[in-house]
């Protein structure tokens, strides 16, 4: 399967507590993308890379979360001091980039419970 | 902010009738698409629309983007239980997603 993967699937973890997620996008896709998704509601943007560059952040995002992609491949997500409020599932997408073309394949996410 | 909106948020219908759910932008969008996200699953791409008044056609699917490039729709025809998901149409750099249209179809 060459789409995009993610890891893990599911995370329970307790308050406080640190987590990180992998995502590994479509290999010839440039973009990359992580969003956020709770009951009910639609994928809410969290941050987005061209190759290794972070080019765009939510001002959502507070500074417990940070994101890399390290070599333009593969990305982590990491949130520290985990709050309830976390719970939610984290999508991750790529997109191969130039002009309009800003198809998205997702990946299955990463479900995060935090007790 | 960029804000996209879509109604109805919900819809029930019975198998073979149509189903049409509205998608509008507070800000003229470069290119709108539109995903299915089945229930427990992720979206799925279905389609980008770019052109001011295009019409694309998927099977029983038909896509529009307004003239004015700040609202689409969909529309389904003679819905079947496959048919059954969240629809979320998504726009600008960022891809502003709306809160999607819940289908659901009874057989």
């Known amino acids: 399967d060459t789409g995009v993967s993610q890891d893990p699937r599911h995370k329970i973890t307790k308050r406080g507590q640190n987590v990180t997620f992998r995502c590994d996008p479509i290999s010839e896709h440039n973009r990359l993308y992580w969003y956020r998704q709770t009951l009910g509601q639609g994928p809410e943007f969290l941050t987005y890379?061209?190759?290794?560059?972070?080019?765009?952040k939510s001002r959502l995002l507070s500074d417990r979360f940070s994101a890399e992609r390290p070599k333009g491949s593969f990305s982590t997500l990491e949130i520290q001091r985990t709050e309830q409020g976390d719970s939610a599932m984290y999508l991750c997408?790529?997109?191969?980039?130039?002009?309009?073309?800003?198809?998205?394949?997702f990946g299955p996410g990463t479900r995060l419970t935090v007790l | 902010g960029q804000q996209v909106m879509q109604i109805p948020q919900y819809q029930h219908v019975q198998e073979g009738e149509d189903f049409t759910t509205y998608c509008n932008s507070s800000t003229t969008l470069s290119n709108i698409q539109w995903y299915k996200q089945r229930p427990g699953g992720h979206p799925v791409f279905l389609i980008q629309l770019v052109k001011s008044g295009e019409v694309k056609k998927q099977k029983r699917l038909t896509f529009q983007f307004g003239e004015a490039k700040k609202n689409s729709s969909l529309h389904i025809t003679a819905t079947q239980t496959t048919d059954v998901g969240t629809y979320f149409c998504?726009?600008?750099?960022?891809?502003?997603f709306g809160a999607g249209t819940r289908l659901f179809v009874k057989a």
């Open positions: 890379f061209q190759n290794e560059a972070q080019l765009e």
């Open positions: 998504a726009g600008g750099f960022k891809t502003i």
């Open positions: 997408a790529s997109s191969p980039s130039g002009g309009h073309t800003d198809t998205q394949y």
